[in-house]
Protein backbone atom coordinates (compact mmCIF):
# COMPACT_ATOMS: atom_id res chain seq x y z
CA UNK A 1 0.00 0.00 0.00
CA UNK A 2 0.90 3.68 -0.82
CA UNK A 3 2.90 5.60 2.24
CA UNK A 4 -0.15 7.81 2.58
CA UNK A 5 -2.89 4.95 2.63
CA UNK A 6 -0.44 3.44 5.31
CA UNK A 7 -0.26 6.09 7.67
CA UNK A 8 -3.89 6.47 7.64
CA UNK A 9 -4.36 2.82 9.18
CA UNK A 10 -1.43 3.99 10.85
CA UNK A 11 -3.33 6.81 12.72
CA UNK A 12 -6.14 4.95 13.45
CA UNK A 13 -4.73 2.57 15.07
CA UNK A 14 -2.39 5.29 16.76
CA UNK A 15 -6.07 6.84 18.16
CA UNK A 16 -7.27 3.27 19.30
CA UNK A 17 -4.27 2.24 20.90
CA UNK A 18 -4.74 6.13 23.21
CA UNK A 19 -8.26 5.32 23.40
CA UNK A 20 -7.33 1.70 25.38
CA UNK A 21 -5.06 3.70 27.37
CA UNK A 22 -7.12 6.06 28.53
CA UNK A 23 -9.89 3.28 29.37
CA UNK A 24 -7.12 1.94 31.35
CA UNK A 25 -6.62 4.85 33.08
CA UNK A 26 -10.06 5.10 34.48
CA UNK A 27 -10.20 1.82 35.62
CA UNK A 28 -7.41 2.52 38.09
CA UNK A 29 -6.12 4.50 41.08
CA UNK A 30 -3.69 6.99 41.34
CA UNK A 31 -1.44 6.65 44.70
CA UNK A 32 -1.74 10.50 45.39
CA UNK A 33 1.88 10.64 47.09
CA UNK A 34 3.68 8.77 44.96
CA UNK A 35 1.92 9.17 41.66
CA UNK A 36 2.35 5.32 41.14
CA UNK A 37 -0.59 3.69 39.36
CA UNK A 38 -0.35 0.06 38.26
CA UNK A 39 1.93 -2.30 37.47
CA UNK A 40 2.72 -3.96 33.64
CA UNK A 41 4.53 -7.00 33.30
CA UNK A 42 6.74 -8.04 30.65
CA UNK A 43 5.42 -11.52 29.38
CA UNK A 44 8.04 -13.76 30.79
CA UNK A 45 10.84 -15.52 28.07
CA UNK A 46 10.35 -18.70 26.95
CA UNK A 47 13.98 -19.55 26.41
CA UNK A 48 16.53 -20.87 28.75
CA UNK A 49 18.60 -18.26 29.30
CA UNK A 50 18.35 -15.25 30.92
CA UNK A 51 18.64 -11.79 30.15
CA UNK A 52 20.84 -9.19 29.80
CA UNK A 53 20.22 -5.47 28.18
CA UNK A 54 22.42 -2.21 28.00
CA UNK A 55 22.09 0.62 26.05
CA UNK A 56 24.59 2.26 23.41
CA UNK A 57 25.58 5.41 22.55
CA UNK A 58 27.30 5.58 18.84
CA UNK A 59 28.67 8.49 16.68
CA UNK A 60 28.83 8.10 12.66
CA UNK A 61 31.66 10.24 12.45
CA UNK A 62 31.66 9.84 8.29
CA UNK A 63 27.91 11.11 8.35
CA UNK A 64 26.58 14.57 8.96
CA UNK A 65 22.85 14.32 10.77
CA UNK A 66 20.25 14.83 8.33
CA UNK A 67 18.41 16.66 10.90
CA UNK A 68 21.22 19.51 11.76
CA UNK A 69 21.90 22.13 9.60
CA UNK A 70 25.24 22.96 11.65
CA UNK A 71 27.39 19.88 10.63
CA UNK A 72 26.92 17.83 13.75
CA UNK A 73 27.47 14.27 13.72
CA UNK A 74 24.78 11.63 13.57
CA UNK A 75 24.48 9.86 17.08
CA UNK A 76 21.91 6.69 17.65
CA UNK A 77 21.22 5.32 21.04
CA UNK A 78 21.41 1.50 20.80
CA UNK A 79 19.37 -0.99 22.94
CA UNK A 80 21.07 -4.77 23.32
CA UNK A 81 18.70 -7.36 24.74
CA UNK A 82 21.39 -10.87 25.01
CA UNK A 83 21.22 -14.29 26.82
CA UNK A 84 23.30 -14.15 29.88
CA UNK A 85 24.82 -16.15 32.16
CA UNK A 86 22.72 -17.48 35.23
CA UNK A 87 25.27 -17.21 37.33
CA UNK A 88 25.18 -13.41 37.88
CA UNK A 89 23.10 -11.38 40.00
CA UNK A 90 20.73 -9.32 38.22
CA UNK A 91 19.48 -5.76 38.62
CA UNK A 92 16.14 -5.08 37.13
CA UNK A 93 16.73 -3.28 34.12
CA UNK A 94 13.94 -0.12 33.44
CA UNK A 95 11.54 -0.52 30.51
CA UNK A 96 12.48 3.02 29.87
CA UNK A 97 13.79 5.80 31.67
CA UNK A 98 11.99 7.84 34.30
CA UNK A 99 12.36 10.83 31.72
CA UNK A 100 11.19 9.11 28.57
CA UNK A 101 8.45 7.31 30.58
CA UNK A 102 7.31 11.08 32.09
CA UNK A 103 7.36 12.64 28.12
CA UNK A 104 5.34 10.02 27.06
CA UNK A 105 2.93 10.33 30.04
CA UNK A 106 2.20 13.72 29.22
CA UNK A 107 1.77 13.77 25.61
CA UNK A 108 -0.79 11.35 25.75
CA UNK A 109 -2.31 13.03 29.09
CA UNK A 110 -2.51 9.81 30.67
CA UNK A 111 -1.24 7.96 33.71
CA UNK A 112 1.24 5.10 32.66
CA UNK A 113 2.21 1.68 34.81
CA UNK A 114 5.56 0.66 36.36
CA UNK A 115 6.80 -2.05 34.51
CA UNK A 116 8.38 -4.70 35.29
CA UNK A 117 10.55 -6.28 32.81
CA UNK A 118 12.79 -9.81 32.61
CA UNK A 119 16.32 -8.31 31.43
CA UNK A 120 19.17 -7.55 33.78
CA UNK A 121 20.91 -4.37 34.04
CA UNK A 122 24.35 -4.24 32.28
CA UNK A 123 25.06 -8.63 32.92
CA UNK A 124 27.84 -10.09 30.94
CA UNK A 125 26.91 -11.47 27.81
CA UNK A 126 27.27 -15.29 27.84
CA UNK A 127 29.75 -17.48 25.86
CA UNK A 128 29.97 -18.25 22.55
CA UNK A 129 29.05 -16.23 19.49
CA UNK A 130 25.39 -15.51 19.06
CA UNK A 131 23.16 -14.29 16.00
CA UNK A 132 21.95 -11.08 15.98
CA UNK A 133 18.58 -9.69 14.83
CA UNK A 134 18.32 -5.77 13.94
CA UNK A 135 15.38 -4.15 14.83
CA UNK A 136 14.11 -0.79 13.04
CA UNK A 137 10.99 0.49 14.85
CA UNK A 138 7.11 2.08 13.36
CA UNK A 139 7.11 5.53 12.03
CA UNK A 140 7.94 7.75 15.36
CA UNK A 141 8.52 4.58 17.09
CA UNK A 142 10.71 3.74 20.32
CA UNK A 143 13.57 1.50 20.66
CA UNK A 144 11.49 -0.75 23.46
CA UNK A 145 8.11 -0.94 21.10
CA UNK A 146 8.51 -5.00 21.17
CA UNK A 147 10.06 -5.41 24.18
CA UNK A 148 8.50 -8.63 25.03
CA UNK A 149 9.71 -9.97 21.82
CA UNK A 150 13.22 -8.86 22.23
CA UNK A 151 13.50 -10.60 25.47
CA UNK A 152 12.08 -13.90 24.05
CA UNK A 153 14.92 -13.47 21.15
CA UNK A 154 17.53 -12.94 23.86
CA UNK A 155 16.27 -15.92 25.86
CA UNK A 156 16.57 -18.26 22.89
CA UNK A 157 20.35 -17.23 22.36
CA UNK A 158 20.20 -13.87 20.35
CA UNK A 159 21.55 -10.74 20.20
CA UNK A 160 18.82 -8.14 19.80
CA UNK A 161 20.05 -4.80 18.53
CA UNK A 162 16.76 -1.97 18.31
CA UNK A 163 17.53 1.17 17.04
CA UNK A 164 16.42 5.10 18.53
CA UNK A 165 15.99 6.65 15.12
CA UNK A 166 17.23 10.16 16.59
CA UNK A 167 14.78 13.34 15.94
CA UNK A 168 12.13 10.49 14.61
CA UNK A 169 11.65 8.30 17.59
CA UNK A 170 8.84 9.61 19.83
CA UNK A 171 11.52 10.36 22.65
CA UNK A 172 15.21 9.64 23.89
CA UNK A 173 17.68 9.94 26.43
CA UNK A 174 21.23 10.65 25.90
CA UNK A 175 24.12 9.64 28.81
CA UNK A 176 24.92 13.17 29.12
CA UNK A 177 21.02 14.27 29.37
CA UNK A 178 20.13 15.43 26.22
CA UNK A 179 16.50 14.72 25.71
CA UNK A 180 15.44 14.26 22.21
CA UNK A 181 11.83 14.36 20.95
CA UNK A 182 10.80 13.77 18.01
CA UNK A 183 10.59 16.37 14.97
CA UNK A 184 7.61 14.10 13.19
CA UNK A 185 5.35 14.11 16.31
CA UNK A 186 4.45 10.56 17.53
CA UNK A 187 1.95 7.67 17.39
CA UNK A 188 1.48 8.27 20.81
CA UNK A 189 -0.43 11.98 19.61
CA UNK A 190 -2.13 10.93 16.65
CA UNK A 191 -3.06 14.18 15.75
CA UNK A 192 0.84 15.84 15.61
CA UNK A 193 1.91 13.23 13.50
CA UNK A 194 2.94 14.32 10.12
CA UNK A 195 2.55 12.26 7.68
CA UNK A 196 3.10 13.74 4.72
CA UNK A 197 4.94 11.76 1.99
CA UNK A 198 7.97 13.59 1.95
CA UNK A 199 8.42 13.27 5.60
CA UNK A 200 7.94 9.45 5.39
CA UNK A 201 10.52 8.98 2.91
CA UNK A 202 13.19 11.27 4.52
CA UNK A 203 12.63 9.30 7.70
CA UNK A 204 12.91 5.87 5.32
CA UNK A 205 16.29 7.55 3.77
CA UNK A 206 18.10 8.15 7.40
CA UNK A 207 16.98 4.63 8.81
CA UNK A 208 18.72 3.03 5.95
CA UNK A 209 21.66 4.71 6.69
CA UNK A 210 20.72 4.34 10.78
CA UNK A 211 21.33 0.61 9.68
CA UNK A 212 23.80 0.57 7.63
CA UNK A 213 25.80 2.34 10.02
CA UNK A 214 24.57 -0.16 13.26
CA UNK A 215 25.83 -2.95 10.60
CA UNK A 216 29.65 -1.16 10.82
CA UNK A 217 29.25 -0.82 14.79
CA UNK A 218 28.54 -4.57 15.05
CA UNK A 219 31.99 -4.97 13.60
CA UNK A 220 33.93 -3.13 15.43
CA UNK A 221 31.48 -4.10 18.78
CA UNK A 222 32.84 -7.83 17.89
CA UNK A 223 36.51 -6.89 17.04
CA UNK A 224 37.30 -4.47 19.95
CA UNK A 225 38.64 -5.87 23.18
CA UNK A 226 37.36 -4.54 26.77
CA UNK A 227 33.51 -3.96 25.74
CA UNK A 228 30.92 -6.55 26.31
CA UNK A 229 30.21 -7.63 23.11
CA UNK A 230 33.43 -8.69 22.20
CA UNK A 231 34.09 -12.16 20.53
CA UNK A 232 30.49 -12.55 21.33
CA UNK A 233 28.26 -11.52 18.07
CA UNK A 234 28.03 -14.02 14.83
CA UNK A 235 28.63 -11.68 12.36
CA UNK A 236 28.24 -14.66 9.91
CA UNK A 237 24.40 -14.80 10.79
CA UNK A 238 22.89 -11.36 11.19
CA UNK A 239 18.23 -10.92 10.67
CA UNK A 240 16.69 -7.88 10.22
CA UNK A 241 13.67 -7.22 11.71
CA UNK A 242 10.54 -4.17 11.80
CA UNK A 243 7.21 -3.00 12.65
CA UNK A 244 5.23 -0.51 10.17
CA UNK A 245 7.75 1.73 8.50
CA UNK A 246 10.23 -0.27 10.14
CA UNK A 247 8.95 -3.49 8.12
CA UNK A 248 10.04 -1.64 5.13
CA UNK A 249 13.45 -0.72 6.24
CA UNK A 250 14.05 -4.22 6.75
CA UNK A 251 13.00 -5.13 3.59
CA UNK A 252 14.99 -2.53 1.72
CA UNK A 253 17.48 -3.07 3.74
CA UNK A 254 17.79 -6.61 3.67
CA UNK A 255 18.04 -6.28 -0.18
CA UNK A 256 20.82 -3.93 -0.54
CA UNK A 257 23.23 -5.40 2.34
CA UNK A 258 24.92 -8.57 1.63
CA UNK A 259 25.68 -8.48 5.72
CA UNK A 260 22.08 -9.20 6.43
CA UNK A 261 20.91 -12.88 5.82
CA UNK A 262 16.82 -12.46 6.58
CA UNK A 263 14.22 -10.43 7.48
CA UNK A 264 10.53 -10.27 9.01
CA UNK A 265 7.94 -7.76 8.73
CA UNK A 266 5.79 -7.24 11.18
CA UNK A 267 3.22 -5.86 9.82
CA UNK A 268 4.90 -3.76 7.81
CA UNK A 269 4.34 -1.31 5.44
CA UNK A 270 4.74 -2.20 2.18
CA UNK A 271 5.25 0.67 -0.81
CA UNK A 272 6.14 0.72 -4.46
CA UNK A 273 9.40 1.05 -3.56
CA UNK A 274 9.76 -2.13 -1.57
CA UNK A 275 7.66 -4.63 -4.06
CA UNK A 276 11.27 -5.72 -5.72
CA UNK A 277 11.84 -8.34 -3.41
CA UNK A 278 15.09 -10.20 -1.84
CA UNK A 279 16.78 -13.16 -2.47
CA UNK A 280 17.00 -13.80 0.91
CA UNK A 281 14.29 -15.41 3.17
CA UNK A 282 11.10 -13.13 4.52
CA UNK A 283 8.41 -13.71 7.03
CA UNK A 284 5.57 -11.19 6.55
CA UNK A 285 3.26 -10.78 10.00
CA UNK A 286 0.30 -9.03 9.41
CA UNK A 287 -2.38 -7.85 11.86
CA UNK A 288 -6.15 -8.49 10.41
CA UNK A 289 -5.81 -8.47 6.83
CA UNK A 290 -9.00 -8.80 5.15
CA UNK A 291 -7.77 -8.67 1.79
CA UNK A 292 -3.71 -8.20 0.47
CA UNK A 293 -2.52 -5.29 -0.79
CA UNK A 294 -1.51 -4.71 -3.97
CA UNK A 295 1.87 -3.70 -3.27
CA UNK A 296 1.83 -7.03 -0.61
CA UNK A 297 0.89 -8.94 -3.36
CA UNK A 298 3.87 -8.20 -5.65
CA UNK A 299 6.41 -8.34 -2.79
CA UNK A 300 4.79 -11.86 -2.48
CA UNK A 301 6.21 -12.84 -5.49
CA UNK A 302 9.34 -11.04 -5.99
CA UNK A 303 10.28 -13.42 -2.55
CA UNK A 304 12.71 -15.59 -4.35
CA UNK A 305 13.93 -17.60 -1.04
CA UNK A 306 11.82 -19.42 1.74
CA UNK A 307 8.87 -16.89 2.66
CA UNK A 308 6.17 -17.14 4.86
CA UNK A 309 3.63 -15.35 5.49
CA UNK A 310 1.33 -15.01 8.83
CA UNK A 311 -2.23 -13.40 9.34
CA UNK A 312 -3.77 -12.82 12.82
CA UNK A 313 -7.11 -12.54 12.43
CA UNK A 314 -9.22 -9.79 14.06
CA UNK A 315 -5.97 -8.03 15.55
CA UNK A 316 -5.07 -4.81 14.81
CA UNK A 317 -1.60 -2.35 13.63
CA UNK A 318 -0.48 -2.50 17.32
CA UNK A 319 -1.49 -5.57 18.59
CA UNK A 320 1.85 -7.36 17.42
CA UNK A 321 3.66 -4.90 19.89
CA UNK A 322 4.17 -4.06 23.55
CA UNK A 323 0.88 -2.49 23.83
CA UNK A 324 -1.07 -6.37 23.50
CA UNK A 325 0.08 -6.64 27.44
CA UNK A 326 0.75 -3.00 28.37
CA UNK A 327 -2.64 -2.53 28.03
CA UNK A 328 -4.35 -6.20 28.47
CA UNK A 329 -6.03 -5.11 31.29
CA UNK A 330 -8.05 -2.31 30.65
CA UNK A 331 -12.07 -2.62 31.25
CA UNK A 332 -12.66 -0.88 27.86
CA UNK A 333 -10.10 -2.47 25.72
CA UNK A 334 -10.12 -0.64 22.46
CA UNK A 335 -6.46 -2.20 20.65
CA UNK A 336 -8.12 -5.80 19.37
CA UNK A 337 -6.40 -8.75 20.56
CA UNK A 338 -7.64 -10.78 17.80
CA UNK A 339 -9.08 -14.23 17.49
CA UNK A 340 -6.70 -15.95 20.03
CA UNK A 341 -6.44 -13.30 22.72
CA UNK A 342 -3.21 -11.86 24.15
CA UNK A 343 -1.58 -14.82 26.00
CA UNK A 344 -2.04 -16.83 22.77
CA UNK A 345 -1.11 -14.10 20.14
CA UNK A 346 2.02 -13.39 22.19
CA UNK A 347 3.14 -16.89 21.90
CA UNK A 348 2.49 -17.40 18.24
CA UNK A 349 4.24 -14.13 17.48
CA UNK A 350 7.08 -15.10 19.75
CA UNK A 351 7.21 -18.88 18.04
CA UNK A 352 6.70 -17.98 14.63
CA UNK A 353 9.56 -15.56 14.73
CA UNK A 354 12.00 -17.63 16.47
CA UNK A 355 11.50 -20.30 14.26
CA UNK A 356 11.74 -18.34 11.38
CA UNK A 357 15.10 -17.05 12.54
CA UNK A 358 16.27 -20.56 13.84
CA UNK A 359 15.76 -21.94 10.30
CA UNK A 360 17.55 -18.79 8.34
CA UNK A 361 20.24 -17.92 10.93
CA UNK A 362 20.96 -21.61 12.11
CA UNK A 363 20.13 -24.17 9.86
CA UNK A 364 16.94 -25.79 12.10
CA UNK A 365 14.43 -25.80 9.48
CA UNK A 366 12.32 -28.76 10.97
CA UNK A 367 9.50 -26.61 13.10
CA UNK A 368 6.18 -27.20 11.85
CA UNK A 369 5.26 -23.50 12.33
CA UNK A 370 7.08 -22.87 9.25
CA UNK A 371 4.78 -25.59 7.09
CA UNK A 372 1.91 -24.37 8.32
CA UNK A 373 0.98 -27.00 10.49
CA UNK A 374 -0.64 -25.62 14.03
CA UNK A 375 -3.43 -26.56 16.00
CA UNK A 376 -2.97 -24.58 18.59
CA UNK A 377 -3.11 -20.93 16.72
CA UNK A 378 -5.79 -21.19 14.96
CA UNK A 379 -6.28 -17.35 14.67
CA UNK A 380 -2.97 -17.46 12.20
CA UNK A 381 -3.58 -17.90 8.39
CA UNK A 382 -0.26 -19.26 7.45
CA UNK A 383 0.59 -18.96 3.72
CA UNK A 384 4.10 -20.87 2.98
CA UNK A 385 6.57 -20.59 -0.04
CA UNK A 386 4.22 -22.90 -2.90
CA UNK A 387 0.93 -21.09 -2.38
CA UNK A 388 -0.32 -17.76 -3.75
CA UNK A 389 -1.22 -14.82 -1.25
CA UNK A 390 -3.40 -13.61 -3.62
CA UNK A 391 -4.27 -15.99 -5.84
CA UNK A 392 -7.68 -16.41 -5.54
CA UNK A 393 -11.08 -14.46 -4.57
CA UNK A 394 -11.00 -15.77 -1.07
CA UNK A 395 -10.77 -13.24 1.72
CA UNK A 396 -8.19 -13.91 3.73
CA UNK A 397 -10.11 -13.36 6.75
CA UNK A 398 -12.17 -16.41 5.95
CA UNK A 399 -9.02 -18.63 6.34
CA UNK A 400 -7.52 -18.65 2.52
CA UNK A 401 -5.15 -16.49 0.86
CA UNK A 402 -6.45 -14.45 -2.19
Known sequence: MRYTTVLVRYKRAALATAAAALSLAVGVSVAPTTGAVWVAAVPTPTGPNKVGTLTKWMTDESRTDPFHS????????????????????????????????????????LPLPRVKTNSCLGTLVAYGS?????????????????????????????????????????????????????????????????????????????????????LNELVRLNTTAGNPFADRLDLLHVGVMGHSLGGEVAIASLEQEARLQAGVLVDGVVSDESTTGTGKPVMILAAGR?????????????????????????????TLTDAIWLLKDSPGMAVPMGSMGSEKTISAVRNFITAFFDASLRNRPDNPLLRGISSEYAGAVVIIKNQELCRSALSVAQGGPR
Request: aromatic share 14%; charged share 25%; net charge neutral.
Open 70 to 109: GGAKRELMLRFWYPTSSDQGCRPAEYASPKVWTYLSQITG
Open 130 to 214: HPIIVFSPGYTGMFTDCTFLFEDLASHGYVVVSVAHTHETTAVEFPDGRFITSQFGSYLAPDTLRGDLDSLKFARSVRLADLKFV
Open 290 to 318: ERWSDEECRLWRNLRNSRLAVNFRGADHF
